[in-house]
């Protein structure tokens, strides 16, 4: 069976700061792992998607996430937050082609 | 790319009214489909899946069900509404490509049950 452990509920940075979102995943097979975001009101965005291939995925508006099989995590990261990078982040596995199993949600406030 | 067209944005039902709301992919054919719901406070969870025509798969027991009577064609329903049916509800397309995943979300639906 496969699991999304977000481990933050709520991050809070500064603009300009780093931005780390920590995410473990369990999974019985080689998942395939995402990152999406959420504006307020909006769907979800993929940000990136790690499929076997590199392990070190970069994505859309300067975010980059690492598979790391050992630790059984992909946390997204991103050097300098910017105030649209408000928002909520949602880690998810997949070990089928017909399901997805997300995390609880990650809520990012960027202070000015 | 796939584009999913989802509607009603936002509903304002009373508690024991009907429900139906649908979901419709546009660029691709025989998608796998699924409807989600986010409460507040929590994760998405998934609620029903489809990998093809007439064919539901149910994760959770609720007072919801799904139907899908197109190939492209998502459609999520209740009888009679709950309180605790509030949420928003996403509409989901995955579709597969080799060793490539692809899934596109709708737009979502905010429904609250008064």
């Known amino acids: 069976a496969q699991s999304v452990t977000q481990l933050d509920s709520h991050v809070s940075v500064s603009e300009g700061t780093p931005v780390l979102l920590r995410c473990n995943y369990s999974?019985?097979?080689?998942?395939?792992l995402f990152w999406y975001v959420q504006h307020p009101n909006k769907g979800l965005q993929l940000l990136l998607k790690?499929?076997?291939?590199?392990?070190l995925v970069k994505g859309i508006n300067g975010f980059e996430a690492e598979f790391k099989k050992s630790e059984t995590s992909f946390h997204l990261t991103k050097p300098s937050a910017h105030m649209s990078d408000a928002a909520e982040y949602f880690c998810?596995?997949?070990?089928?082609?017909?399901?997805?199993?997300f995390g609880a949600g990650t809520t990012v406030t960027v202070r000015a | 790319s796939q584009t999913i067209h989802q509607w009603p944005a936002t509903l304002v039902q009373p508690v024991g009214s009907p429900l139906s709301l649908e979901c419709t992919v546009e660029g691709t054919s025989n998608p796998n489909l699924y409807w989600y719901r986010q409460a507040a406070g929590r994760g998405l969870q998934l609620l029903f899946y489809s990998v093809g025509i007439g064919q539901i798969s149910s994760e959770v027991p609720q007072n919801l069900s799904a139907s899908r009577p197109q190939d492209r064609q998502f459609i999520l329903s209740s009888k009679k509404l709950l309180l605790s049916d509030s949420g928003f509800y996403l509409c989901?397309?995955?579709?597969?490509?080799?060793?490539?995943?692809?899934?596109?979300f709708g737009s979502g639906t905010r429904l609250t049950v008064v």
């Open positions: 790690y499929t076997s291939a590199a392990t």
């Open positions: 998810v596995v997949s070990e089928y082609d017909y399901k997805l199993s």
């Open positions: 999974s019985s097979y080689s998942p395939s």
């Open positions: 989901a397309c995955g579709v597969t490509g080799g060793a490539i995943r692809a899934y596109t």
